[in-house]
């Protein structure tokens, strides 16, 4: 689909998140020859590639806000549980694996009119829409036995979220801002993380989640400028459209906004002073990528989305940091 951080890649114009495949006809999103061709049975290969498990860029972006989460719900003087941690790993591989499968569902006819989307599972016949659909419920059911190692307010707020997972694809159909859904949806894990180690919510997973909305805004749109085009010719929305040339202006607005909440969300965890400093070199990583990104360039608009994950580990290592040494 376009504009498709979901799913790891971007649908219609040769370029595939992660992948290092060119614009232009003649490509395909799926790299013959690569880790899942060598290291996986035939019969594994197109359920591998149906959850992305080849471009795992969509993963970090879904697990990162829980991580944070995580990390600032520790007692002051610790690091965060990593057994927690690990669990909110294998969720989100399999939840990212079940939004991209049930996107493909959704979207097979599109793909299969797109060269390069044409050869995904789906399309291209390596997997029906009924093993499609056995093989989402399958990681849907991973995402449950995960959720049941938690308390009882994790396991009900993250089973409110496949609300959010099974709206976004139709997102796009539906209303120019998409990527605000997407926000929605990807950054549940900062109120998941929290309530798994507190037991309820408070202010800081919230003002967290909402920096994290605003984080995917204006990546996502950053993104979704590789798709402009397409995305007209679809007939498909995103903020990338609505925004036009206007969207650098915007995605410093929201930068700038993702890095006062995320700042407002640490004076109760009793966080290191030198925290504020963390955020704010975060913060800083992410309007430098804004305001040097051009537009009119698909290649630099997939390098300053890519960066973005680089701004959130480093939100990570200041959270994590900064607990361990507080007093």
Not at 46 to 66: C, E, F, K, S
Not at 106 to 126: M, N, Q, Y
Not at 137 to 146: D, K, M, N, P, R
Not at 150 to 170: E, H, K, Q, R
Request: hydrophobic residues 50%.
């Amino acid at each position: 689909m376009p504009s498709d951080t979901l799913n790891g890649t971007s649908r219609g114009n040769g370029t595939s998140q992660g992948n290092g495949t060119s614009r232009g006809g003649g490509h395909t999103d799926i790299r013959p020859g690569d880790w899942i061709d060598r290291h996986l049975p035939p019969a594994a290969r197109p359920y591998a590639r149906l959850a992305r498990l080849d471009r795992p860029i969509g993963t970090w972006l879904l697990l990162l806000p829980g991580w944070w989460s995580i990390a600032l719900a520790a007692q002051p003087g610790h690091l965060p549980d990593l057994w927690l941690m690990t669990l909110f790993g294998i969720g989100a591989v399999v939840m990212r694996g079940a939004g991209c499968t049930l996107n493909d569902i959704i979207d097979r006819k599109f793909d299969a009119l797109v060269e390069r989307t044409r050869v995904r599972p789906i399309p291209s016949g390596a997997v029906s829409v009924p093993q499609a659909i056995a093989f989402l419920i399958a990681q849907c059911l991973v995402g449950l036995a995960v959720l049941v190692w938690m308390n009882g307010a994790t396991i009900a707020l993250g089973a409110a979220s496949l609300a959010l997972v099974g709206a976004y694809p139709l997102m796009k159909r539906i209303t120019w801002w998409p990527q605000a859904f997407l926000g929605l949806t990807f950054n549940w894990g900062a109120l998941l993380g929290w309530v798994a180690v507190k037991g309820s919510l408070g202010w800081t997973p919230v003002l967290l989640y909402a920096g994290g909305i605003l984080w995917t805004l204006g990546y996502d749109t950053i993104y979704a400028h590789q798709d402009r085009e397409d995305d007209v010719k679809v007939g498909v929305k995103s903020t990338a459209l609505r925004l036009g040339a206007a969207s650098k202006r915007w995605i410093l607005g929201f930068y700038a906004g993702t890095t006062l909440l995320w700042a407002a969300a640490l004076p109760p965890t009793g966080i290191h002073p030198l925290a504020y400093l963390g955020v704010a070199v975060t913060g800083l990583m992410l309007l430098r990528q804004a305001w040097q990104w051009r537009p009119e360039d698909p290649a630099d608009s997939l390098a300053a989305f890519r960066a973005a994950r680089v701004a959130g580990w480093v939100l990570l290592a200041t959270f994590i940091l900064g607990m361990a040494v507080a007093r």
